[in-house]
């Protein structure tokens, strides 16, 4: 599970304070991971931004000989929200819950927007990509734009759809 918490708690940490938490480590077994329990949090930066995240995966056999397990995410939420507590965009990819929009897609939830407007995979840094051009500012953006290139690199030799470009 380090190899799928890790990077995720390296990349959070840039911009924010909490605890990455997942709830199983049993293979074959259903668990969530969130941050901060996913209840809002303050992102850094003047523009008072919030994040929230979460999702759903499993461990599966990785079929590599270098490697037993690997985590396959199942489901995500993550969503950016204004200083006014206004959502800005919600990321949303809920194959189950939803079986006539399965693909990933987003809300645009300022503009009241019901509609699913298709968008790939989106990770959790994607949503971080974005919180800068909103006004969040890492506390150490150098840092914070090279664990953002590892861990593109990371993910897509793993990947098995939604390739990131690198």
Same mark, same amino acid.
């Not at 008072?48 to 000989?65: D, E, K, M, R, V």
């Not at 949503?127 to 150098?142: F, H, Q």
């Given at each position: 599970?380090?190899?799928?918490r890790k990077p995720?708690?390296?990349?959070? /940490?840039?911009?924010?304070?909490?605890?990455?938490?997942? /709830?199983?480590?049993? $293979? @074959?077994?259903? %668990?969530?991971?969130?941050?901060?329990?996913? &209840?809002?949090?303050?992102?850094?930066?003047?523009?008072?931004? /919030?994040?929230?995240?979460?999702?759903?995966?499993?461990?599966?056999?990785?079929?590599?000989?270098?490697?037993? =397990?690997? #985590?396959?995410?199942? &489901?995500?939420?993550?969503?950016?929200?204004?200083?006014?507590?206004?959502g800005i965009v919600?990321?949303? =990819?809920?194959?189950?819950?939803? #079986?006539? !929009?399965?693909?990933?897609? +987003?809300?645009? @939830?300022?503009?009241?927007? !019901?509609?699913h407007h298709p968008?790939?995979?989106? +990770?959790?840094?994607?949503?971080?990509?974005? $919180?800068?051009?909103?006004?969040?500012?890492?506390?150490?953006?150098?840092? =914070?734009?090279?664990? +953002? &290139? !590892?861990?593109? !690199?990371?993910?897509? &030799? %793993? $990947?098995? =759809? %939604?390739?990131?470009?690198?």
């Amino acid at each position: 599970m380090g190899a799928y918490r890790k990077p995720i708690q390296n990349v959070l /940490s840039c911009f924010a304070t909490g605890r990455l938490s997942v /709830s199983n480590y049993d $293979a @074959s077994q259903p %668990g969530i991971l969130t941050f901060n329990g996913g &209840k809002p949090t303050r992102l850094k930066g003047p523009a008072h931004l /919030s994040f929230t995240c979460a999702q759903n995966y499993i461990i599966i056999p990785s079929g590599h000989p270098d490697r037993k =397990w690997k #985590v396959h995410t199942t &489901k995500y939420i993550y969503r950016l929200i204004a200083a006014d507590s206004t959502g800005i965009v919600d990321y949303h =990819w809920h194959p189950d819950n939803t #079986v006539d !929009k399965a693909f990933p897609h +987003l809300h645009a @939830s300022q503009y009241e927007c !019901k509609l699913h407007h298709p968008t790939g995979r989106v +990770l959790i840094e994607d949503l971080l990509v974005l $919180a800068v051009e909103c006004g969040a500012i890492a506390s150490d953006d150098d840092k =914070w734009q090279r664990i +953002l &290139k !590892k861990n593109l !690199k990371d993910f897509a &030799k %793993g $990947a098995t =759809w %939604g390739i990131p470009n690198l």
